[in-house]
């Protein structure tokens, strides 16, 4: 009741940091979503507010950046990568890569795809013979 009560009082950007009018833009443009009662707003923005500290926290504490006094984007990929809790993350905070690097990467991939694709063919001329 406190929370409500605070929330009515107009205390309620005290309570949480992000905008609620961003937090509102994003969950309506979900499809599923035709109206949002405003405890359920509220509760979104602390929650994500809380999970976006712990996430900054944890890669902070488990991270190379700490010697430098500092929470790197290099920290926060490392803990998508690495910690199972945040390994949803993954493709949002990808490790970074040098493009020279990636596109030789692009280019191992072609070359094995070509590969795999030669051997199928011979696998199916194999079993025409059988047959």
């Known amino acids: 009741a406190e929370m409500a009560t605070a929330r009515l009082s107009g205390t309620e ?19 599923e979503v035709s109206s949002i009662n405003q405890d359920a707003l509220f509760l979104t923005a602390k929650a994500t507010e809380l999970f976006v500290q712990y996430l900054a926290t944890y ?42 690097k990636y596109l030789k990467m692009l280019e191992k991939e072609k070359r094995d795809g070509e590969v795999r694709e030669d051997d199928d063919e011979a696998e199916e001329e194999e079993d025409e013979d059988e047959a």
């Open 13 to 31: 950007n005290r309570l949480v940091s992000l905008p609620l009018s961003r937090i509102r833009v994003i969950m309506k443009s979900s499809p």
């Open 59 to 100: 890669s902070y504490k488990h991270g190379r950046g700490k010697e430098k006094n500092a929470l790197t984007y290099t920290d926060l990929s490392h803990t998508a990568e690495e910690c199972e809790t945040f390994q949803f993350l993954a493709d949002i905070l990808p490790k970074k890569i040098l493009a020279s």
